[in-house]
């Protein structure tokens, strides 16, 4: 009863804080709904111009292909200084330019040049079409191989961003409420001076320190139910191929892993300035070992171990494979291992840590 009584007193404390509910509301709702359709990783609207010094009809076939929603209507310019002024003052991307043998050499030999010229100021979205055009040009490309590619794409068959980028947000989100929640549920005692009244309580401290951070696990439980529900499935109407249950078990074992550290910076902090400067500064790092930005393959050897230790890694695997590749339970068993051995490693270092102040 008096665990029950503890996590009530601090759910109803975080309720009446109407600056952090607004915080938690936009979230669990507005960023990840403003992630899933503000960040692609395709070419979107790019705006094309061109030159086309051969006036040929093969060239008008190639501009047929550019077109919406990865392109703007191409805007055809009397010569490669205009184009290039263009680009330079930021009306036009990307530049194509024919030359007047372009229509002779592909005629003739099946093969032919096309200068691209391209404003790499956004270098992320320049390469990602730079792809694109490679694609849409290698259709025209008569090699003569006795070889046909057909590429299969797994998992996410229509490489739908809004789905991939709208999960990835609301993991990247979990992370940073686990580190801020945690610690910021004790730091209002010390910034209160509540802290000493609570000392005074008939209670352990392990219960006491359990009550709290599960009174804060559960609200984060509850946001992602409702970020989920309303904005993944609602919204995006994102399919999920494995169970969702395994998904909110994943979080819950995930929440008391990473909690551990949040317990470390309860400990090292006086006010909840300091929670949040702390809680940001030990995000990035953690998402940056977890693989959501660059493939875990493709780090360097010490950096690939590193992350081993990692909670967040296993997090954003597990919940990647329960949502795109449909992993059972048995698949993730090495998952929710791994979160259970890391949190209890962390909850003691946590525990120890803050239970200096108890």
Do not use: C
Request: charged share 15%; proline share 3%; aromatic share 14%.
């Amino acid at each position: 009863m008096r665990f029950l009584a503890i996590m009530k007193k601090d759910i109803l404390i975080l309720l009446r804080n109407t600056a952090l509910m607004l915080f938690l509301i936009y979230i669990f709702t507005l960023d990840i709904y403003l992630a899933g359709i503000g960040i692609k990783i395709k070419p979107q609207h790019v705006s094309v111009g061109y030159v086309d010094y051969s006036n040929s009809l093969i060239v008008n076939k190639i501009l047929t292909h550019l077109h919406k929603p990865e392109f703007q209507t191409p805007k055809r310019f009397l010569n490669e200084e205009a184009l290039k002024k263009a680009i330079e003052n930021k009306k036009i991307m990307v530049g194509l330019v024919f030359d007047g043998d372009f229509a002779k050499n592909y005629y003739k030999t099946g093969k032919s040049q096309v200068n691209v010229l391209i404003d790499s100021t956004a270098a992320a979205q320049a390469q990602v079409t730079v792809i694109y055009l490679n694609e849409i040009l290698a259709r025209f490309v008569n090699l003569h191989f006795p070889l046909s590619i057909q590429t299969h794409r797994l998992f996410n068959q229509n490489s739908n961003s809004t789905w991939f980028m709208s999960l990835a947000e609301l993991m990247s989100d979990v992370v940073l409420l686990v580190l801020l929640l945690v610690a910021t549920v004790f730091v209002k005692e010390k910034e209160e001076g509540t802290w000493d009244i609570m000392l005074l309580m008939p209670v352990s401290s392990i219960l006491t320190i359990f009550a709290k951070m599960f009174s804060q696990v559960v609200v984060i439980l509850v946001g992602v139910w409702v970020s989920v529900g309303l904005i993944l499935f609602g919204v995006f109407d994102m399919p999920i191929n494995g169970n969702l249950w395994h998904f909110f078990l994943l979080n819950l074992l995930f929440a008391f892993s990473l909690g551990g550290i949040g317990l470390v910076i309860a400990a090292i902090s006086n006010t909840v300035t300091e929670v949040g400067q702390y809680s940001f500064m030990l995000m990035m790092p953690l998402i940056f070992l977890s693989g959501a930005w660059t493939p875990i393959s493709s780090m360097a050897p010490w950096l690939q171990k590193l992350s081993i230790v990692s909670p967040v890694r296993y997090y954003i695997e597990a919940s990647e494979s329960i949502f795109f590749r449909g992993a059972s339970f048995y698949d993730l068993i090495p998952y929710f291992v791994a979160l259970l051995i890391i949190g209890m490693v962390l909850f003691y270092i946590g525990y120890k840590k803050i239970g200096r102040l108890f």
